[in-house]
């Protein structure tokens, strides 16, 4: 996915318009150096509108893409109802997934690899064909849907302490990417069977010593989580075949402390019943 095409949909997403109050050049300089130095930053259109916040993302997707690669799919963030009251939102918030931020099953990262580190069991979807964008329910996405994969995001919410953490101050940064670690994939053979699959499994996130720190079931995320793919369609982003989609947390963001060393996520009732698993260093 080019920058072209990210900046375009960043555009289709505020109207067409450019009028949106973006942050300033000076103030994505500074952010962009805060989160590669894992320093706690400032809030991006902390005073903003949801217009302005997603001018502000489109501004810093283009300064992060040179340092984390090309734009390669897309996160919806807060898609459960508690996360949504937490940070005062009644829908969920979108940012993107760059192409450096994705690593293997099994994947060793540092402790702090961010200023306010984090993970939490997501699932991927990986669009395989553009006649998804023409789908109005998740059974119409699911046929469209090549493979899914097992997903330990790890984001970095980055502002300091007392900085607004809001759905527009989300929004400005993306929702928080920084590094996630994929599962193997697994194809999509039966859409049907798969979509049923999807809303009953049972997510598991758990620490290395076998602590379980989350056990949700699958419509924890938006009561399917390929409704995650109809909403971030609903805000005009135009998926393409290869795309990623995060579809967001099965249960609460965890620190790192809490892993005791890593973490692993299950997916009871998927078909092999897969895991993935990264280490924390």
Known sequence: MTLKRTLALCLICLGGTVAAD???DAEIEAYVAD????TPAKALAADGSMEDAL????????????RMGPVVGYKAGLTSKPAQDRFGVSEPVRGVLFRD?????????PTNWGARPLFEADLLLVVGSAAINEAKTSEDAMAHISAIRPFIELPDLTLAEGEPITGVTLTAIAVAPKLGVMGAEIPVSDPA????????MTVTLSATDGEVLAQVPGTAVLGHPVNAVIWLMSKGITLQPGDLVSVGSFGPLVPPAKGKGGASAKYTGLPGDPTVSVTFK
């Open 22 to 24: 973006c942050a300033t």
């Open 35 to 38: 989160y590669t130095g894992n």
């Open 55 to 66: 001018c502000t993302q489109a501004k810093l997707i283009a300064a992060l893409a040179p």
């Open 193 to 200: 069977a798969m979509h049923a699959a999807l809303g009953s």
């Open 101 to 109: 931020m994705l690593l293997q099953d099994g994947a060793e990262v």
